[in-house]
């Protein structure tokens, strides 16, 4: 199973084994995360591996969201320095990890709410100057199907025009379509792509004071979603680069980046 076949396999996975990953497999974690993309490399980044899931079990009780029911046999922590573009930087660097663990047959689940420093005191050796951005649950699924089972194009997604605006011609099309399967904090699907010519312009939605909490998880999911654009236009042969452009304004949505292609 190649990436392209992750991005249509993978889902959350919320109930896991009880036995954890073998010697080998967490080898092959070491060694995906030793090579893990980022989107910018200027950022530093850290992905720490917590095999005993316990410890992370222990700070559920301070935090209540549906995803504090997830309980794996571990988690990655993710920390960052705290520069521009640090989130997205983390969602696509992360979902990559995802998408290659999927192709291991090992599930994962993203899990927000862990944003406070103090919470990994003791238990990380996070640097001064990093900040927790995301928790990863994985491990094997009670279910293995569920990472091998073609999920349909449509479940629980926003539709292909409610995403992204402009012509398409058919590459593109598959492309959005691998991005409108990226996963999303609450399914959101913050997303919209704005495509001029050889420019497309990715936002976010802007949230109301009642959701604005939720404004750093949408640009987590915006570096997913560009994780799952740029697998698919590789796919597709295609040469792009990611970079931020000037006058990009519209009303009700918050600029994140553009995608170029050469």
Same mark, same amino acid.
């Given at each position: 199973?190649?990436?392209?076949?992750?991005?249509?396999?993978?889902?959350?996975?919320?109930?896991?084994?009880?036995?954890?990953?073998?010697?080998?497999?967490?080898?092959?974690?070491?060694?995906?995360?030793?090579?893990?993309?980022?989107?910018?490399? *200027?950022?530093?980044?850290?992905? *720490?591996?917590?095999?005993?899931?316990?410890?992370?079990?222990? /700070?559920?009780?301070?935090?209540?969201?549906?995803?504090?029911?997830?309980?794996?046999?571990?988690?990655? +922590? +993710?920390?960052?320095?705290?520069?521009?573009?640090?989130?997205?930087?983390?969602? #696509?660097?992360?979902? *990559?990890?995802?998408?290659? &663990?999927? !192709?291991?047959?090992?599930?994962?689940?993203?899990?927000?709410?862990?944003?406070?420093?103090?919470?990994?005191?003791?238990?990380? =050796?996070?640097?001064?100057?990093?900040?927790?951005?995301? +928790?990863? $649950? #994985?491990? *094997?699924?009670?279910? =293995?199907?569920?990472?091998?089972?073609?999920?349909?194009?449509?479940?629980?997604?926003?539709?292909?025009?409610?995403?992204?605006?402009?012509?398409?011609? !058919?590459?593109?099309?598959?492309?959005?379509?691998?991005?409108?399967? $990226?996963?999303?904090?609450?399914?959101?699907?913050?997303?919209?792509?704005?495509?001029?010519?050889?420019?497309?312009?990715?936002?976010?939605?802007?949230?109301? #004071?009642?959701?604005? =909490?939720?404004? $750093?998880?949408?640009?987590?999911?915006?570096?997913?979603? &560009?994780?799952? /654009?740029?697998?698919?236009?590789?796919?597709?042969?295609?040469?792009?680069?990611?970079?931020?452009?000037?006058?990009?304004?519209?009303?009700?949505? !918050?600029?994140?980046?553009?995608? +170029?292609?050469?």
């Amino acid at each position: 199973m190649n990436l392209m076949d992750a991005i249509y396999k993978r889902r959350s996975i919320r109930k896991y084994k009880t036995n954890g990953l073998s010697s080998e497999e967490f080898k092959e974690l070491e060694a995906l995360l030793s090579h893990c993309p980022k989107l910018y490399e *200027h950022i530093p980044m850290d992905i *720490h591996v917590v095999k005993d899931g316990k410890k992370v079990h222990a /700070l559920f009780s301070g935090i209540i969201n549906s995803y504090t029911k997830v309980t794996a046999p571990h988690y990655l +922590v +993710v920390t960052s320095e705290d520069k521009e573009g640090y989130l997205e930087n983390v969602g #696509f660097a992360i979902e *990559h990890i995802v998408l290659e &663990l999927a !192709n291991l047959g090992i599930g994962t689940c993203w899990i927000g709410g862990f944003d406070k420093k103090a919470l990994f005191s003791g238990m990380l =050796p996070m640097k001064e100057n990093h900040v927790p951005a995301i +928790v990863i $649950a #994985f491990g *094997h699924p009670e279910n =293995p199907a569920q990472l091998t089972e073609l999920i349909d194009v449509s479940y629980k997604r926003k539709s292909l025009k409610e995403i992204s605006f402009g012509s398409l011609d !058919n590459d593109w099309t598959y492309i959005m379509n691998a991005v409108r399967r $990226a996963p999303s904090g609450i399914n959101g699907q913050p997303w919209r792509l704005y495509k001029e010519g050889s420019i497309i312009n990715l936002y976010t939605v802007k949230r109301s #004071f009642i959701t604005k =909490p939720l404004e $750093a998880m949408n640009r987590i999911d915006a570096g997913i979603a &560009l994780c799952h /654009l740029k697998i698919a236009a590789e796919s597709k042969n295609k040469s792009i680069h990611i970079k931020k452009l000037d006058n990009n304004h519209i009303e009700a949505l !918050n600029y994140i980046t553009s995608i +170029v292609e050469k």
